[in-house]
């Protein structure tokens, strides 16, 4: 597609349910991010993948966050056993190449709920 | 700790104002700073800033970075109703495995009125 998909677009969870949010990057951009926007908040970053390779998870706010981008391509944040303050839009974000002068370009987010 | 700091919080302008939105950082090792409009979906790509005093222009939005006194501003001239929005401020900083990350500013909601 045009740009970057994520799905589903809102997402509501009971406490203690493991959760799967999906991220489409844009073809043949090979940077891939996630990031965590809390209400009235700025983006927070969370991962970092080129390629398959996840070369920065500093951001993850815990063990319970799991993120994979197996082929390169798609990507998916996996949140095991969430809380109420997991509740937030993630964000999922891909460039063409990692730095060089190039902006990232986000999908429209997950709304996540945690009851 | 990197820090991004944007001014002001809200804003509230009639159709034809002129507006200046504020982005202040505090960074270790500096990249770029970048500019998204957020309306209720996904922050879409305004502008990208790497040296100081080129203003950059698309329509009725332009920026200029200032990294002698670490800022940048974002003008919007002849407002309309569309540019309602949170304007977000990003600067690009290293992470800890050579790769770089936006550190964001908590971002400036524009109203703008009939």
């Known amino acids: 597609g045009a740009g970057v998909s994520q799905s589903p677009r809102y997402k509501v969870a009971k406490r203690g349910q493991d959760v799967a949010l999906r991220c489409d990057p844009i073809?043949?951009?090979?940077?891939l991010f996630w990031y965590q926007q809390a209400l009235g908040q700025g983006p927070e970053f969370l991962t970092y993948f080129q390629n398959e390779a996840q070369l920065d998870k500093s951001g993850l706010p815990s063990d319970r966050f799991f993120a994979e981008r197996p082929e390169g391509s798609v990507s998916t944040l996996k949140i095991q056993r969430t809380q109420q303050e997991d509740s937030a839009v993630y964000l999922c974000?891909?460039?063409?190449?990692?730095?060089?002068?190039?902006?990232?370009?986000f999908g429209d987010g997950t709304r996540l709920s945690i009851l | 700790e990197d820090k991004v700091v944007q001014s002001p919080l809200s804003l509230v302008v009639h159709e034809g104002d002129t507006v200046t939105l504020n982005c202040s950082y505090e960074?270790?090792?500096?990249?770029?700073l970048l500019w998204y409009k957020q309306e209720k979906k996904a922050p879409t790509f305004l502008f990208m800033l790497t040296s100081s005093g080129i203003e950059k222009k698309s329509g009725r939005l332009s920026s200029i970075l200032d990294k002698k006194e670490l800022f940048s501003i974002l003008n919007i001239t002849a407002t309309q109703t569309g540019d309602s929005a949170i304007y977000l401020c990003a600067v690009e900083v290293p992470s800890g495995a050579g790769s770089y990350q936006l550190t964001f500013g908590k971002g400036t909601k524009l109203s703008v009125i009939p």
């Open positions: 960074v270790t090792n500096f990249r770029s």
């Open positions: 974000a891909s460039s063409y190449l990692e730095g060089k002068n190039q902006p990232q370009h």
């Open positions: 073809s043949g951009h090979v940077s």
